[in-house]
Nanobody
């Protein structure tokens, strides 16, 4: 059974930082592409960042230069480091993995950026 478990969300002031983690069981992150999506209030789910099996990365324009994505193969975990957070980054952040033509999602973690 595949499980993706996110952690690290919370409340942070504008300009602050958070690091999200997503630990996987039942799949190997490095076997395919994985990443982070988010869904803000009243908005559709959107791509935030992706890391491929070869460790290439892709970012949404709105987060370029502020967010980084990484993977720890030994821990089978991916991370999203979020710096210079803005109120518009407020959303539920979801971990995603695409392996062998199948897509898997975590349960989501809330990130709220507010003073």
């Amino acid at each position: 059974q595949v499980q993706l478990v996110e952690s690290g969300g919370g409340l942070v002031q504008p300009g602050g930082s958070l690091r999200l983690s997503c630990a996987a069981s039942g799949i190997i992150f490095s076997s395919g592409a994985s990443g982070w999506y988010r869904q803000g209030p009243g908005k559709q789910r959107e791509l935030v960042a992706i890391i491929t099996s070869g460790s290439s990365t892709l970012f949404a324009n709105s987060v370029k230069g502020r967010f980084t994505i990484s993977r720890d193969n030994a821990k089978n975990t991916i991370y999203l480091q979020m710096n210079s957070l803005k109120p518009e980054d407020t959303a539920v952040y979801y971990c995603n993995a695409n392996l062998g033509g199948n897509g898997y999602w975590g349960q989501g973690t809330q990130v709220t950026v507010s003073s």
